[in-house]
């Protein structure tokens, strides 16, 4: 049983290009989250999908970022017109859903993001 | 709004020596989690305490929850150099949503 995938796992973009990370979660997981850490410091939320809907959004910079979960295929965080600041690890992490009320949550290896 | 804030930022101690992170955080929860972090790597979920819930073991983790005093504390007994990591809590902000991190404990156990 596979943990949950991100790809790539490191990834070097220049200023001004776009930014694709993917997440496959667990296996009959169809809740996922994306997480932002920068250097020396904790997790911040972006964003929580469930299949084909954004659940919260509350944590994603209003302009360049925008995310995905589609019935097939992985979950995607796209940035665009990427720039210094975006310089970070991003993590996705997946739980079963709400039928669970204790939200234990599965974390990918992170993709590393540096922008040149 | 930052939720949990660990208390120590930093701990270098013995291998051999237990190990005891601490967490506030300021509202109201209905559970408490605790995260290892590697250095470079994603995060690992060490255990789950409930709000209903004072204490709690799993292995060489020892987790208390203290409703009244929004705080809770991780103790590592027996540390080993492959504890040497950081340490997060995180609570769900409400219900069944995404977790509040705090900027964790970096924990350094010494051979």
């Known amino acids: 049983n596979a943990g949950v995938m991100q790809n790539p796992r490191h990834l070097v973009r220049r200023r001004g290009q776009e930014a694709r990370l993917r997440c496959s979660p667990m296996?009959?997981?169809?809740?996922v989250y994306w997480y932002r850490q920068l250097p020396e410091e904790g997790l911040k939320f972006m964003v929580y999908l469930q299949k084909e809907n954004i659940i919260d959004e509350s944590g994603m910079p209003k302009e360049r970022f925008s995310a995905e979960f589609p019935k097939e295929g992985p979950s995607i965080l796209r940035i665009q017109q990427v720039v210094r600041g975006d310089s970070a690890a991003y993590f996705c992490?997946?739980?079963?859903?709400?039928?669970?009320?204790?939200?234990?949550?599965?974390f990918g290896p992170g993709t590393r993001l540096t922008v040149l | 709004s930052q939720q949990g804030e660990e208390d120590p930022q930093a701990l270098s101690i013995q291998e051999g020596e237990n190990a005891t992170m601490n967490c506030s955080y300021k509202t109201s929860i209905n559970n408490l989690q605790w995260y290892r972090q590697n250095s470079g790597r994603g995060l690992v979920h060490l255990i789950l305490?409930?709000?209903?819930?004072r204490e709690k073991h799993s292995g060489r983790l020892r987790v208390t929850l203290d409703t009244s005093k929004k705080s809770s504390s991780l103790l590592i007994t027996a540390s080993r150099a492959a504890d040497t990591a950081s340490y997060f809590c995180a609570t769900p902000s409400s219900g069944n949503t995404p977790l509040v991190f705090g900027k964790g404990t970096r924990l350094s156990v010494i051979a």
């Open positions: 296996k009959g997981h169809s809740h």
């Open positions: 305490i409930r709000s209903n819930e």
């Open positions: 992490a997946s739980s079963p859903g709400q039928a669970l009320s204790y939200n234990e949550q599965f």
